[in-house]
């Protein structure tokens, strides 16, 4: 039983190893990669080597298969090119394979113990962030290595011998099995190498070793397809082309395989290296063979996955790629682009207020109110996405931009929130009941409501380029619109001592109105925060700091409590009476 642990623990490691090496590659180089990418689909050729290099880098042809996917999908590039990325990607993972199957125990100790100590004394940096890679790749070594040690005791084991034994001389249940454990382990690099590793030590035949290898094959390109199944089509022809080029190799191999080992073993290699070469050149084949079929294969996946009605949801996100959740610059982007969409139906739901306040429009009005349930999708959508950036990977930049995307799309939410129960109000107290605003009151709410659409646009600019500027220029216009609010608000209240009939039957309508336009103004100038925080320009308290005679008692006159003595028994304070 312990050695079966020690084996599954050497495999757990060797992935890990992996997803170290790949997220690290990708937090660090991860924008540069998609952008050569996206550049590199000119011809089938360069796209085929761009595939290569990427994939050998980041050691997945999931990973790569995700972002190829992803470009699809937003129509960056088009699925034939997609295709000849994936061939490239294929032997890019099996030549990394062949690279891990050589002896680099030496290299594992190094490794780690470098790369500890740049990320021990510079974890927030570039430099700490390679540490990181380089203490991936010792892990994989090191993997490899107890996984060749747990195996020699284990093929000692009468009862592990029956069980590999059974898999002999059938290739579709060695396949099938390969397939099965491709997709638990998420790794046909883990899969291949033990592979290799039962062979070496004549646990399985050669034989066997060819069916793994073909069955990791099609659980790598199977593992793909469940990854992004719930992407739009589009995006899942790729890893479904890239399935049918693994499937289609397997086909036409399987029946040949008898004399591929008859001539394979004339090799002067071991059997675990041969299993290695094998894999290699099963995906050197494939990507020969229909390199120039990239056409026809996307043809048929389009066939297969036809695109959906283009029915425009607009409460779906159409820019947070689940693809760059590990390059946290480029998911900052997104996140940020999405946010901005957002403000964007904020925009148009305040602009709608005023036309239904002018012209009593009902259906205007239930149309608004459907536009806050998208505002609540992109809301939750950004924050869901938002919290899949891993926080540790962030660096102090990356996490402010995190915190104030955060920050920003709840503002707008809570904006979007008081419009609908505005417009709720003006259907119950206005529409319903018949009533108008008296003129002077209408100008009023129109020059709030014009200033407040200003200043919307202006915190979206702030948000946006985070100019210092423009944030001061935005707090300076909550004092602005604070005193207007104001100012408005005993307007009104001199109207109705005049006995105005309009007045006085939308008088509560009408100070929840602009006392409601000061909240949202308020929301949207705290956007402004960070930027003033972060620049060091903010102030930490409006009190006015008391004299100090005052300030020994701990209260200003009238009794009212300050924000200096001791606060802590406020609470206990009696007010005094005048």
């Not at 033990?194 to 990791?216: F, Y």
């Amino acid at each position: 039983m312990k050695i079966l642990l020690n084996l599954l623990a050497g495999v757990a490691l060797l992935v890990w190893g992996t997803h170290i090496v790949r997220t690290g590659i990708l937090r660090i180089w991860g924008a540069d990669l998609r952008r050569f990418l996206r550049e590199s689909v000119s011809n089938r050729y360069a796209a085929f080597a761009a595939g290569l290099g990427i994939t050998a880098l980041i050691q997945s042809s999931t990973a790569t298969a995700l972002m190829v996917a992803s470009f699809v999908g937003q129509g960056l590039i088009a699925t034939a090119p997609a295709l000849a990325v994936m061939l490239g990607a294929d032997v890019g993972t099996a030549l990394m394979t062949l690279v891990f199957s050589f002896d680099l125990s030496w290299l594992s100790p190094l490794f780690i113990f470098v790369g500890v100590t740049l990320f021990m004394r510079r974890e927030s940096s570039k430099a700490g962030r390679f540490g990181r890679i380089l203490i991936g790749l010792g892990l994989i070594i090191l993997a490899l290595q107890l996984i060749v040690l747990a195996a020699r005791p284990l093929t000692q084991a009468a009862g592990v011998q029956v069980i590999f034994a059974s898999l002999t001389g059938d290739v579709m249940l060695d396949m099938l099995v390969a397939a099965i454990f491709t997709m638990m382990s998420y790794s046909s690099l883990a899969v291949v190498l033990l592979t290799a590793t039962l062979a070496t030590s004549k646990v399985i035949s050669l034989h066997v070793a060819m069916g793994l290898v073909l069955g990791a094959n099609l659980g790598s390109g199977l593992l793909a397809m469940l990854t992004t199944v719930t992407a739009s089509p589009e995006a899942r022809r790729v890893t479904l082309g890239n399935l049918l080029f693994r499937l289609l190799g397997c086909m036409i191999i399987v029946p040949f395989l008898p004399y591929i080992e008859e001539w394979i073993v004339r090799i002067p290699l071991g059997e675990g290296q041969i299993a290695v070469y094998f894999h290699l050149l099963f995906n050197i084949a494939i990507a020969a063979g229909f390199l120039f079929f990239t056409e026809k294969i996307a043809r048929v996946s389009e066939r297969m996955l036809p695109a959906k009605p283009d029915i425009d949801d607009p409460g779906r996100a159409r820019y947070l790629d689940a693809s760059a959740l590990d390059t946290p610059a480029l998911a900052m982007g997104n996140a940020a682009r999405e946010a901005m969409r957002l403000a964007d139906f904020v925009e148009q739901m305040l602009t709608g207020m005023l036309t239904v306040l002018r012209t009593n429009d009902r259906m205007l009005a239930e149309k608004l109110r459907k536009m806050d349930d998208t505002v609540d999708d992109l809301y939750t959508a950004i924050k869901l996405y938002l919290t899949q950036v891993s926080r540790e990977a962030l660096e102090e930049k990356e996490g402010r931009r995190w915190a104030d995307i955060v920050s920003f799309t709840i503002n707008m939410e809570q904006v979007g929130d008081i419009v609908e129960r505005i417009i709720t109000d003006l259907e119950e107290k206005k529409i319903e009941k018949g009533r108008s605003f008296s003129d002077a009151g209408m100008q009023e709410i129109c020059d709030l409501h014009g200033r407040l659409i200003a200043n919307l646009r202006l915190g979206m600019s702030v948000f946006l380029h985070g100019d210092l500027a423009s944030a001061q220029r935005l707090l300076a216009e909550k004092v602005l619109f604070r005193d207007l609010e104001r100012a408005y608000a005993d307007s009104h209240i001199e109207r109705l001592t005049s006995n105005t009939m309009q007045s006085i039957e939308t008088s509560s309508l009408h100070l929840d109105l602009i006392s409601d336009l000061k909240r949202i103004n308020s929301h949207i100038c705290s956007i402004a925060y960070p930027i003033l925080e972060q620049a060091g320009v903010l102030a930490k308290t409006r009190l006015r700091e008391p004299p100090a005679a005052e300030a020994v008692s701990g209260s200003a006159p009238g009794g009212e409590p300050t924000a200096v003595g001791d606060k802590s028994d406020w609470h206990k304070r009696k007010p005094k009476t005048a």
